[in-house]
């Protein structure tokens, strides 16, 4: 996982969910910022200047290199963000 945004409102407690789920934002290569100081100093660098108003834009963040999804599926979709990178970057 990388840096991580609120990026709707959390879910109900307990039960099925009562209203959308809170999204995190993701790295497109899937690279996580969590261990690496330069990626989290840059992911907070981008997100500060796609922020007006306490809102985040996200068209800013996606042509950053960053894409929000849900957060239960945070891990999953980083895996497939970093098979995806590695067979680009492998040439295939």
Known sequence: MTGIIAGCAST????APTGPERGIWLRTDGQSGRDNPVLAQQFETDKASCTDRGQVNQLCMTHR????VPQSQVEARAAELRAAAAARAGGA
Do not use: A, E, S, V
């Open 12 to 15: 109900g407690g307990g039960g």
């Open 65 to 68: 290199g960053y894409i929000l």
